[in-house]
């Protein structure tokens, strides 16, 4: 058959054979008009196996960097304000994902938290190339503190949400129990995960 | 399936059973996952009303799988995706085939798919010369052992650490003797990244896709799919047409269900949203039907075209968690497996029903609600009428409708079998008949309800 044909034959086919009409329920209720908790999401993410620190501005998450992975490290942000405090730099034209192959700690945003499974939502435009945050050794993420929403269904309404042309929700650091069951952080993604949730200034 | 199953699951299970520390193991570490599951849903007071709507929405769009089916078409090709039509498991294969020499490919990693399973895929892809690497570690392990999952989840659970240690040390070169889960999976991470790295192509499976946005999602807790798709030149998502789901709001609640069913976990690590190749890259889809437009005409078994491949039906059922996967010889195992493949070959599968206590744990735990433990017993009536039941079950159940068809043909049985029960239960429990083989004999009563009945009250 050709394609054409099998295309016209399934349709057909779930023509003749599908149930009679039913609705779509409301699930508007599961929503909620709450902000997310950050203790709830660091409660969480942290459950998963990633850490999370509270920072005021870039220096200081530089800082942490260097003291958690060391100082001499290969790193890369697509964050301008941020490649330029990196003492040893990956070159931000880089545009093949291969060549981040060799980055120990990927330094990008996201959009927003979510309380309820420690998930950050990170869009393509944010990632540089999109196999930065699964390839790199370790991942560093920055959030706002008050971006954390409380659960998946507030997620889903989230203006990033709206249009990309790829986005993941990143939970914590790659991870297997594929053998006897057994948690191993850092299966063939990242071996670990930091939230950097950045405080917001408070003008009073 | 890598090999011709002669054996039906009784046979199958009665193998795994030879092991009996094996047995106690693989049923203590299922059940292990399903507390899990257990302590994570009882977080959500909203659970029910989730499994509720998630249900619901599956039926909405059983009901109207054609008009979604072409929504998403024209919205992934509208995102530059390039959308394939396959009416069964050989055009899913020749697609794929096609895809991989127009790109001059002969190698090709993979993620986790049971659709690939289903369609036989790496037999298919290895016989054309077209070498093929499964990427998620529970898969690596079996496809190096040459051997199926034998659950969706956890493909490798039937497997000890000492033997996947021997594996990796006859395959990936490490020293003999290790059997350190965290030395495994750095032995094979090693051994991936360079398989990732090299690949071309890498093919996916999905989780779920959206009508109205035209983009898929797939969710994995390695990375495997995410590192694999964004650094291939060629992206393939293979997707049985009813991952489908209407509208992306939707995955509010099928991603919050999804995980915490399978693992306990709140959800995957990664959930990748695939909606555009990136610049120079292709993006292919391919919707495959195999059977399922069949079972949605079958208004029964319908339901079970539901499943988001969770696997809580096989972590919580006693059968699976002591008969082993593999003893379905089928691509999904379990209860669900066991509704599911009946449809596709119901003399070859028609064991799998019979495969089950009835006792009802996998409609409670599933969590779009589907009547997996009734469905098993509706398609034993089928198959039965339709003459592919086991023979020895055939020829008792013949027995059995005489019977009950005369009255004077019971008193007599009933009658022998007391007789035979208290003074010859040799004849009833020996190797002859498997019922026994893991039972004790009941006391037999002195009398039937009938004579006890005629004794002591009818002279009242």
């Known amino acids: 058959m050709s394609q054409a044909d099998s295309k016209e034959w399934i349709i057909k086919r779930i023509g003749e054979n599908k149930p009679g009409p039913s609705s779509l329920p409301d699930i508007s209720h599961f929503e909620t008009k709450d902000h997310g908790s950050t203790e709830k999401f660091s409660d969480i993410l942290k459950a998963v196996g990633g850490s999370i620190y509270y920072i005021h501005d870039f220096e200081e998450l530089v800082s942490v960097i260097g003291e958690k992975h060391g100082k001499a490290l290969r790193l890369y942000s697509p964050i301008p304000e941020i490649q330029k405090l990196l003492k040893q730099p990956v070159d931000t034209e880089t545009v093949d994902g291969h060549d981040f192959e060799n980055v120990e700690v990927a330094i990008i945003n996201a959009h927003f938290g979510v309380a309820e499974n420690g998930a950050v939502w990170v869009s393509h435009d944010q990632m540089g190339n999109r196999a930065v945050p699964f390839i790199c050794q370790h991942l560093a993420v920055i959030i706002n503190e008050d971006n954390i929403v409380p659960t998946m269904h507030e997620a889903y309404h989230h203006r990033a949400l709206r249009n990309y042309n790829y986005g993941a929700f990143i939970a914590g650091p790659s991870k297997t129990a594929d053998i006897e069951q057994s948690l191993v952080l850092g299966a063939h993604g990242p071996k670990s995960m930091t939230v950097f949730v950045l405080l917001v200034q408070k003008h009073y | ?460």
């Open chain 2, 1 to 460: 399936m890598s090999e011709i199953n002669l054996k039906d699951h009784a046979e199958l299970a009665h193998d795994f059973n030879a092991d009996e520390d094996r047995v106690d193991w693989h049923d203590e570490t299922l059940w292990w996952v399903r507390v899990k599951r257990d302590k994570s849903v009882r977080q959500l007071p909203e659970w029910e009303a989730l499994r509720d709507a998630a249900s619901a929405i599956k039926l909405n769009v059983l009901a109207n799988l054609d008009t979604y089916l072409l929504q998403f078409e024209s919205n992934a090709i509208a995102n530059g995706i390039k959308v394939h039509w396959a009416k069964d498991a050989k055009e899913h294969n020749d697609i794929v085939y096609r895809i991989l020499e127009d790109n001059r490919a002969h190698r090709m990693v993979k993620s986790k798919s049971m659709l690939t399973e289903e369609c036989g895929l790496n037999e298919f892809l290895s016989e054309k010369g077209i070498e093929v690497i499964d990427s998620d570690l529970g898969e690596r392990i079996v496809q190096l052992a040459n051997e199926p999952p034998s659950h969706i989840v956890l493909p490798c659970i039937h497997k000890k650490k000492e033997e996947i240690g021997e594996l990796f040390h006859t395959h990936l070169g490490i020293p003999a003797g290790n059997s350190d889960p965290q030395f495994l999976t750095d032995t094979a991470r090693a051994h991936l990244r360079e398989i990732f790295l090299t690949r071309k192509v890498a093919l996916t499976g999905v989780n779920f896709a959206i009508a109205e946005s035209g983009e898929f999602v797939v969710c994995t807790n390695e990375g495997n799919a995410d590192i694999a798709a964004n650094l291939a030149n060629v992206h393939i998502a293979s997707m049985g047409i009813e991952k489908l789901i209407p509208e992306k709001i939707h995955l509010g609640i099928f991603l919050r269900i999804l995980t915490r069913s399978a693992t306990g976990q709140p959800i995957t690590t990664y959930s990748s949203h695939f909606k555009r190749p990136a610049k120079g890259k292709q993006m292919h889809i391919i919707l495959v039907d195999n059977g399922r437009t069949e079972q949605l005409g079958r208004e029964d078994f319908r339901n079970s075209l539901k499943c988001i491949r969770c696997g809580a039906c096989m972590n919580t059922c006693p059968v699976y968690r002591r008969s082993g996967g593999h003893s379905y010889h089928s691509a999904i195992a379990g209860p669900i497996g066991s509704i599911l493949a009946p449809n596709l070959n119901m003399e070859k599968y028609g064991d799998l029903p019979f495969a089950s206590t009835l006792c009802g744990s996998c409609s409670n735990v599933c969590p779009v609600k589907i009547n997996i433990h009734e469905q098993l017993y509706k398609w034993r009536q089928v198959i039965v009428k339709a003459g592919h039941a086991p023979t020895a079950k055939k020829i008792s159940m013949k027995a059995m409708a005489f019977t009950l068809a005369s009255p004077s043909g019971y008193n007599i049985a009933g009658k022998t079998a007391r007789w035979v029960l208290k003074y010859a239960p040799f004849a009833v429990n020996n190797r002859l008949n498997p019922w026994y083989l893991h039972r004790d004999m009941p006391v037999a009563p002195e009398m039937s309800f009938k004579e006890w009945y005629e004794v002591n009250r009818k002279s009242n």
